[in-house]
């Protein structure tokens, strides 16, 4: 082992050196980070699609400088960075030390909530200002060098805002004069910031924040000194913003941090690399320094994998179990490394980085002439939109070419600007092969196996030559292309004068199994100028160049069709343009308005402003402060399941788990894998001593499948080992045998079997439908909607410990909204009493209803091996089985009958809601009574029933998540609203407003809607929005755009809240006062990032009259709280809140004799007192939410939320790419006990929304989609579901929550209203706005009223419903496109 030198290989680590340990081939640096004990590098994927794991590595250049950069961990190979310098969340600052600003910045502008993405963010922002020092970044390479890390919970906007105070502003803005000026104006005009309907907000709307330095009002920053950006408004001119909030989001950052980070180790400054040789069991490690060597250890080796990034290595090797005896680290080989223009070209060594090749391009696009750049320029748009920068950082161009994936980014524009590459071997020489001859087959190249890539030339551009990439994916940060396209056309003069191509070339890819020319479309196009006819020749070519059968992996065969006939259009009009602008006296044929075809992607940073009553004076409640466990979050030092230190002798579980959506097991063969190293067992049905049974409210589910199988991913048996690695590998090794039986896989299926949960579909009814109808509704119209369910996609994966003790206790620190529900799993599958189990949370990693009751199966599993070992057993799900077994937000179907009159007057509603359930009932009962008592959303329906059917189906079982059904409900109702406007001939916001709840009316299901405030919030953002000119600058823009169209649309929601299952409406809290004054506060709820614990620290700190920093908040725990109900339905903080309140009025009145008897004396004193007079100091809180009935009862909900939201748009009709230009929000959140809690989780809420409405596509194995397993979901990580990133956000996105509107429907706690749920729907105004853009798409091409669109608003089905004369050879107008439901 070692360094050819005789070296040894060693890795710095937050400035600590370390040896390499030998025999770590396939080791991550991920995995040996944390067993270090260095847990804030989270594992959030694995597959480099998260950013969860992000850290800095620094190395020193050949030329001595140093270079840092973000690189995605998990990936990582361990020995890549041998010689380098890792700096992890850890070696940056710590809560005891002192925060890094990067940390601290963060954590004051309230950017971290659950906390398990914060590290992540964090490294990718100390990487960036470490890379570019001096430099500061611009705003906008802030936002690149964030997209490839994901944040579920906080909607982008704050950790943006946090990090914007780090970027380099005008110059100009710090000259004395302009501060000067700056603070005069600020002094001059209060609240200068809003400019628009807020402007005056003053006393009632004081805390108003404006999130970029633009809108700073000419404010200087306290924190800065600079022009402000943080945009806290002053209090000058009447403003009641507080010190407090002051102090949390904009004070000055403390430094305290003294070595800010480690200093690049001066052993490595001096160190030369050395060619290593690390030998292991399974692998060998080779990392040579020259070419030769790397030819010779290629041809003794040609099996050996080279790995640069690992960026396809480590995929294979984690998801598909390859595992390769050696490995050619190829990172430091000189000649694949260099990259050189010469008056030709570029030539690339292949061992360069993407960013390297990107920050080449760059620098000799700013150098030479325009017209040789062209190809570069492709190639830096192209690598834009290339995965996010942590894994440009570490992969590298020849990865790229030889993986030869069809759907690689970067080969279509080499095929298409006629790129040659040079490949080289031991005894063969050097050959080159054109890049358009390269690709043979799928993943199959003109290579032999003891050939390298050594290096890609790429010709410049001539003039009048023009090459142009395209991408369409369903994201546009970091994800992979549905289609993507090269084109090069270089043009000539004929004699006549006029314009032909001269020489086309163009090559797809994502439309067959490997990247392709389109030969007749080249053609067609040779020798003709570019005008209409060549346009029609070209499509015709075109398709008949693309051809996918329909069955095709991937799916979505109309779409690429059409997207590859769009990306022609578009390159033609681009070339006609570029010529236009080039040559003299050019022309383009097209009208003005084709120009939107070709306009570019532009998004502005984004930002944001935040309107809220802020609470004069000191009062602890209401006002802004930051989460309570920020600081630990973003120095990496907060706790999650998989972080907590292993007693010894622990072992690792893993979960064998079904292949087959429905079967009988024939044979369950486990006696190889439990002979297998490392393993101590292998455990089935037959050894689970207590009950098989379980489920939360119908024990209708079996722990360890016995005779049958219901789903893919149900577990069968569960293994138990001395490493996580061996309890997989043994688990992969159990034999299960099956025979098929008959599988229902959609609700359709559901629906053709009468599969329904029988008994548990509940009805809502109102009026006499029947009699309505039969009366004459003046209109009916009847139809179907359909909406895909959504992933949680909490960034921490579900993970449970399992502690056995004496005496048959046990104790379970678990990952779950509900320890109560894991306590009762426990104790009825080992058959002990509750007593002897305690169940522990200390924080989730986000849960969002998904942690709710799909992870108590998991924590209950991992109890069996602890029972029989005897043993403490942790398991932790990887990201793909947690999605594929533990349930979605459920799909939903609505048939729906409407009667309405001619104004659009609401008269009858006869709906049948359908919703697929999974395999078991869960909470599936609970989903779709909300789903019948939303159904209304915010309107008026005169008569309404609403039915539903619970769909029983062989997919993982449905739960909860967000809204439980709310918005399912809501969006069938939006969905006929829309149709009725169009119906009716009037614009829909009309029919909203003419149809809009007020104060008293009942709701379907009988109660009377009391302080109603959904008339208020939609007068508040129609204003504020300034919605009428919006819309009708939107009509100008669409006139001028016939290929880039705009909609803005405003939806209204409502949202009630209560358990709808009475008994669950109880809370309690446990409060310890001791001796020095400090408080432990222990309450029933979980803090999963949306601020319980801070909230209910205010209010006892309130309530006490103490400071907020001496109320702590530990952990959930069965022993200091029991029976707790799960911390959901956007209850908490009104219960615990209460229940806390309960325990504090009663130690109140137990101290109060001592105040009266010490005046003057504050509490410390007091309770001092208190104790030598021998005073109970801790009480137990009690709270039950007064007269709610559940469903069925006059009382389902103890109050309801309001809110509404506007949202512009802008569609790209061609390829279905969008942006959201604007996002305005009024939500009702009573008066709120913390308004920057609250608006993190109006914001969170709404990406949420927009995600599931608009960008996140669940894909099951079913008819719709039979290239995939039956009952196997497709969407198993970030790779293949894409949830919002930062560039999804609005562009400029307000949040208001709605000034004097305190909750007085019962005496709530300080009377504020619920948040969690309430603002999710509201994202789906940006799905209605979309659909506006599709109408003013439609109408150009002469398709005029309404067309269904269901949900999500994909790519896919935004470009199909924007049918043109490209759409029309592949899908009719009115086509569906397929989805899982
Ligand atoms: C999260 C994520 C996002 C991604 N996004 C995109 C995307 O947007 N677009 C896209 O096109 N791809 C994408 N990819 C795929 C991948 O990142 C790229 O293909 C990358 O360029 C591979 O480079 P690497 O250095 O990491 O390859 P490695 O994994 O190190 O190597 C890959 C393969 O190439 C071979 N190889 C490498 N170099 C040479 C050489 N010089 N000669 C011969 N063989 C060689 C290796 O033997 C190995 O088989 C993504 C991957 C991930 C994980
Ligand atoms: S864990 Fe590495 S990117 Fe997700
Ligand atoms: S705070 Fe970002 S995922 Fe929870």
């Not at 984690?318 to 000189?334: N, S």
Request: aromatic content about 8%.
């Amino acid at each position: 082992m070692g360094g050819s030198d005789g070296a040894e290989p060693i890795v710095y680590v937050n400035g600590k050196r370390h040896l390499l340990p030998s025999g770590a081939g396939h080791v991550t640096l991920l995995q040996y980070l944390r067993d270090l004990g260095l847990t804030g590098t989270k594992l959030g994927c694995g597959e480099g699609g998260c950013g969860a794991c992000t850290v800095m590595v620094s190395s020193a250049e050949t030329d001595g400088r140093l270079h840092h950069r973000a690189v995605n961990a998990c990936l990582c190979p361990l020995y890549a960075v041998e010689g380098m310098h890792v700096v992890t969340v850890e070696g940056l600052g710590s809560t005891r030390d002192g925060l890094h600003p990067v940390q601290e910045r963060l954590a004051r502008a309230h950017g971290s909530q659950c906390g398990f993405c914060t590290p992540g963010f964090v490294m990718s922002m100390a990487a960036l200002l470490r890379g570019m020092a001096p430099e500061a970044p611009t705003e906008e390479e802030i936002e690149e060098a964030l997209a490839g890390n994901l944040c579920r919970c906080t909607g982008y906007r704050p950790i943006l805002d946090a990090f914007k105070a780090f970027a380099k502003v005008d110059a100009a803005a710090y000259t004395e004069e302009a501060i000067a000026a700056s603070k005069a104006a600020a002094n001059g005009g209060a609240n200068g910031s809003n400019g628009d309907a807020h402007g005056g907000g003053g006393a009632t709307n004081g805390g108003a924040k404006s999130s970029n330095g633009k809108n700073g009002g000419g404010r200087v920053c306290p924190s800065t000194g600079r022009p402000c950006d943080c945009g806290v408004v002053d209090d000058s001119g009447g403003v009641t913003s507080t010190s407090a909030h002051k102090e949390e989001s904009c004070g000055p950052l403390t430094h305290a941090c003294p070595a800010v980070e480690p200093i690049f180790p001066p052993e490595l400054r001096k160190r030369q690399p050395a060619e290593l040789r690390i030998e292991g069991p399974q692998c060998t490690w080779y990392r040579p320094l020259t070419l030769d060597s790397l030819l010779a250890i290629k041809a003794e080796h040609p099996a050996a994998k080279l790995v640069v990034g690992n960026t396809e290595v480590g995929i294979e090797v984690k998801f598909k179990g390859l595992r390769y005896p050696v490995l050619i680290g190829a990172t430091h080989v000189l000649e694949m490394n260099a990259i050189e223009a010469d008056a030709e070209g570029l030539h690339i060594g292949g061992s360069v980085t993407l960013t390297k090749l990107m920050e080449t391009c760059k620098g000799l696009i700013a150098k030479l002439p325009t017209h040789q750049t062209s190809t570069l320029r492709a190639v830096v748009e192209q690598l834009r939109w290339f995965a996010g920068p942590p894994i440009r950082n570490a992969a590298a161009l020849g990865g790229n070419i030889c993986t030869a994936s069809p759907i690689s980014d970067l080969n279509p524009l080499w095929m298409a600007a006629g790129a040659t590459f040079t490949l080289v071997g031991q005894g063969s020489g050097q050959r080159s092969v054109a890049a358009k001859d390269f690709f043979l087959g799928y993943r199959k190249v003109d290579m032999q196996p003891h050939e390298v890539l050594l290096k890609v030339f790429v010709p410049f551009t001539q003039q009048y030559e023009f090459v142009k990439e395209f991408k369409q994916a369903h994201r546009r940060d970091d994800d992979i292309a549905i289609v993507n396209a090269g084109m090069r056309f270089r043009m000539a003069q004929a004699e006549d004068g006029g314009w032909q191509i001269a020489e086309a070339s163009i090559a797809y890819g994502g439309v067959a199994p490997l990247t392709v020319m389109a030969p007749q479309t080249t053609a067609a196009l040779q020798g003709r100028a570019i005008d209409g006819a060549a346009l029609e020749a070209g499509l015709a070519a075109v398709q008949q160049d693309i051809q996918i059968s329909a069955n095709a992996p991937g799916g979505m065969v109309e779409f690429r069709r059409s997207l590859a006939a769009s990306f022609l259009f578009k390159g033609l009009l681009f070339v006609a343009h570029q010529l236009e602008a080039e040559a003299p006296g050019y022309e383009s044929p097209f009208p003005a308005s084709y120009r939107s075809a070709v306009k570019p992607y532009e998004r502005p940073p984004s930002h944001g402003l935040q309107y809220y009553s802020a609470v004069p004076g000191e009062d602890v409640v209401g006002q802004p402060y930051r989460h309570m466990a920020a600081d630990q979050q973003v120095s990496g030092a907060a706790q999650y399941v998989d972080d907590i230190q292993l007693p010894a002798g622990a072992l690792h579980a893993a979960l064998v788990m079904s292949t087959k959506p429905h079967a009988r097991i024939l044979r369950l063969d486990t006696a190889a894998a439990a002979a297998m190293p490392g393993v101590h067992g292998v455990y089935t049905a037959k050894d689970i001593p207590g009950g098989n049974d379980i489920g939360p409210v119908l024990h209708d589910e079996e722990l360890l499948a016995t005779d049958e199988v219901l789903f893919v991913g149900q577990p069968i048996a569960i293994v138990a080992a001395e490493t996580e690695a061996q309890a997989r590998a043994a688990a992969a090794a159990v034999m299960v045998d099956y025979e098929d039986l008959p599988a229902i896989l959609d609700i359709d299926d559901a629906i053709e079997a009468s599969a329904f949960m029988e008994g548990w579909g509940h009805m809502v009814e109102c009026g006499d439908v029947d009699a309505a109808f039969a009366q004459g509704c003046e209109m009916v119209l009847e139809g179907e909607t359909k909406m895909g369910g959504q992933e949680h996609f909490y960034l921490e994966p579900n993970a449970s410990i399992v502690i056995p003790g004496e005496n048959d206790e046990y104790l379970s620190y678990s990952s779950t909204q509900c320890p109560d529900k894991h306590q009762k799993d426990i104790c009825h599958v080992l058959g002990v009493p509750m007593h002897k189990v305690v169940v522990k949370t200390k924080r989730l990693g986000g849960g969002f209803g998904g942690k709710e009751s799909r992870s108590g199966f998991i924590n209950a599993a991992c109890a069996i091996p602890a029972y029989h070992t005897r043993r403490p057993v942790r398991i932790v799900l990887d990201r793909d089985e947690d999605m594929q077994i533990t349930g979605q937000r459920h799909a939903f179907m609505g048939r729906y009958k409407v009667g309405f009159t001619r104004e659009g007057r609401l008269q009858a509603l006869d709906l049948q809601l359908y919703c697929n359930a999974g395999f078991s009932l869960d909470l599936s009962a609970g989903v779709m009574d909300r789903a019948l008592m939303h159904c209304d959303c915010t309107y008026r329906w005169g008569s309404l029933r609403a039915k539903g059917f619970v769909c029983k189906t062989n997919q993982a079982s449905h739960t909860a998540f967000r809204g439980y059904g709310g918005p399912q409900g809501m969006v069938v109702a939006e969905q006929i609203i829309d149709r009725i406007a169009h119906e009716v001939g009037k614009p829909v916001e009309e029919i909203k407003a003419l149809n809009m709840y007020q104060e008293g009316d009942l709701a379907p299901f009988g109660q009377a809607l009391v302080g109603c405030q959904a008339q208020r919030c939609w007068d508040d953002v129609m204003a504020s929005s300034g919605y009428a000119a919006r819309n009708a600058s939107v009509e100008v823009y669409n006139k001028e755009h016939r290929f880039r169209k705009r909609g803005v649309a405003v939806t209204p929601t409502k949202f009630g809240i209560s358990f709808t299952t009475k008994f669950l409406n109880q809370a309690g809290a446990l409060v310890h006062v001791y001796t020095d004054g400090t408080v432990l506060v222990t309450h029933g709820g979980v803090e999963m990032g949306q601020g319980l614990h801070t909230k209910v620290a205010q209010v006892v700190a309130h309530d006490l009259g103490i400071p907020l920093q001496d109320v702590y908040i530990a952990e959930t725990a069965t022993d200091k709280v029991p029976n707790a109900s799960p911390t959901a339905a956007s209850a908490s903080s009104d219960m615990y809140g209460a229940a806390a309140a309960d325990a504090c009025a009663q130690l109140n009145g137990r101290l109060k004799p001592y105040y009266e008897k010490m005046p003057g004396k504050g509490f410390k004193e007091v309770v001092m007192a208190a104790y030598l007079d021998r005073t109970d100091l801790c009480a137990h809180g009690f709270y039950s939410t007064p007269d709610v009935t559940g469903f069925g009862g006059l009382y389902p909900f103890n109050y309801l939320c309001y809110g509404a939201a506007v949202s512009e748009v802008e569609l790209d009709t061609l390829t279905g790419d969008f942006q959201v230009l604007r996002t305005d929000i009024c939500m009702d959140v009573g008066k709120s006990l913390n308004p920057s809690i609250d608006i993190g989780q109006v914001e969170g809420g709404f990406v949420q929304g927009m995600g599931w409405s608009c960008i996140e596509e669940l894909v099951w194995g079913d008819k719709q989609h039979a290239w995939v397993r039956p009952g196997q979901l497709f969407t198993r990580g970030p790779g293949t579901y894409k949830i919002p990133t930062a560039n999804d956000i609005p562009v400029d996105f307000r949040v208001t929550l709605l000034r004097n509107a305190p909750c007085e429907r019962t005496p709530m706690v300080h009377s504020s209203k619920a948040v969690g749920e309430p603002p999710f729907f509201l994202g789906t105004s940006v799905f209605f706005a979309l659909k506006e853009a599709c109408y003013a798409a439609r109408a150009d091409a002469g398709l005029t009223g309404w067309f269904r669109l269901d949900l999500p608003a994909t790519p896919e089905r935004l470009r199909l419903a924007c049918a043109d004369t490209l759409t029309r050879p592949y899908a009719a107008p009115d086509m569906l496109p397929k989805i899982s439901c």
